[in-house]
């Protein structure tokens, strides 16, 4: 199966940089995700890591490495509007469950001014 | 705009009704999943379809069933609803480049049971 462990919350001041890791355990393992979460709507598509190292977009970064089954997401400059839910999801190529995302809990990120 | 549309985007119903959500994928797209997330929990996952067939089947309740039609459209059924049936429903198609196989949510259904 599939076990995917993030924090549940963190808290960072504005214009500060947070690091939120996941970390999973999956036997089909094809690629990570990130994704934001406003409450009460829809998740956003942060980035996708397939291959071990950082991917940057702005002020968001995301890292992997497979071996260590560990992935985190870095955010630079914080504003208010970062606050949200941040959700890691594992993508899964096993059989009849061919490209199937599992989520974790998400860890909520508060941003303080 | 995900490009997946969801309705109703607000229903309130009372126990032991039954109600029917719709989820329109991306166009293009072949596969649907739905997700049930309740109040400070998890994306959970019910279902997925893929051009039309079930393809994987998550922590659904029997009580609950699916189907995705031949315009590719889904339905997700809800019968004998209990009050912790209440919850946002997502919807997401996967996007055909199947080397990311992103999801795009839809806005979701929030069903309240009274």
């Known amino acids: 199966g599939q076990n995917i462990d993030q924090p549940t919350e963190m808290t960072a001041t504005e214009g500060a940089i947070v690091q939120i890791n996941c970390t999973y355990q999956?036997?089909?393992?094809?690629?990570l995700f990130w994704y934001q979460q406003h409450a009460g709507e829809a998740p956003t598509f942060l980035s996708y890591?397939?291959?071990?190292g950082l991917e940057e977009k702005g002020r968001f970064s995301s890292f992997l490495s497979r071996s260590k089954g560990y992935s985190y997401l870095l955010l630079k400059e914080l504003q208010m509007k970062d606050s949200a839910s941040y959700l890691c999801?594992?993508?899964?190529?096993?059989?009849?469950?061919?490209?199937?995302?599992?989520f974790g809990r998400g860890t909520q990120l508060t941003v303080w001014p | 705009d995900s490009g997946v549309t969801q309705t109703p985007k607000h229903l309130i119903t009372a126990t032991g009704q039954r109600v029917t959500l719709r989820c329109s994928p991306r166009?293009?797209?072949?596969?649907v999943y739905w997700y049930q997330q309740s109040l400070d929990q998890g994306l959970q996952f019910l279902i997925q379809?893929?051009?039309?067939?079930?393809?994987a089947k998550g922590n659904i309740l029997e009580r609950f069933s699916a189907q995705q039609f031949p315009d590719l459209h889904s339905e997700l059924n809800l019968s004998s609803l209990e009050l912790g049936d209440s919850a946002l429903y997502f919807c997401?198609?996967?996007?055909?480049?199947?080397?990311?196989?992103?999801?795009?949510f839809g806005e979701g259904s929030r069903l309240t049971v009274l």
């Open positions: 997401a198609s996967q996007g055909r480049d199947r080397t990311t196989g992103e999801l795009f």
């Open positions: 999956t036997s089909g393992f094809n690629g």
């Open positions: 999801a594992v993508r899964d190529d096993r059989g009849s469950t061919l490209g199937r995302l599992y």
């Open positions: 166009s293009g797209d072949l596969s």
């Open positions: 890591n397939v291959l071990d």
């Open positions: 379809y893929y051009n039309g067939e079930e393809r």
